[in-house]
């Protein structure tokens, strides 16, 4: 299994970004996918789970409003669009397949991370 994650790079403060997160290996339908990210000396930090198919999307209130969470089945790819983007939000973003519903915060819960892609936003 491989997810493999893009689109990070360098975005000046209000910016915005599209991650990327292609899966093989799996049968991407039967999977919830997370986003999460990772700031440096930082927890890794939930911010959004899209369920199975066409199924519920939970979002962090740190990023609700400002991020939107998206999957392709046909692509077996998941995305994270990043609005209004702001120093804090400096980070390493790392997607993940699994996870549940009740508890999307629970990164022991998801079986497959993908590598990171780092955002860096410039004042």
């Known amino acids: 299994v491989q997810l493999q994650a893009s689109g990070g790079g360098l975005v000046q403060v209000g910016g915005s970004l599209r991650l990327s997160c292609a899966a093989s290996?799996?049968?991407?339908?039967?999977?919830?996918m997370g986003w999460f990210r990772q700031a440096p000396g930082k927890e890794r930090e939930f911010l959004a789970r899209?369920?199975?198919?066409?199924?519920?999307?939970t979002y962090a209130d740190s990023v609700k409003g400002r991020f939107t969470a998206s999957r392709d089945n046909t692509k077996s790819t998941a995305y994270l669009r990043m609005d209004s983007l702001q120093p804090e939000d400096t980070a390493v973003y790392y997607c993940a397949a699994g996870g549940n519903y009740w508890s999307p915060a629970q990164r022991d819960a998801y079986a497959y991370w993908g590598q990171g892609t780092l955002v860096t936003v410039s004042s």
């Open positions: 290996g799996l049968t991407f339908s039967d999977f919830g």
């Open positions: 899209l369920g199975r198919g066409r199924g519920v999307i």
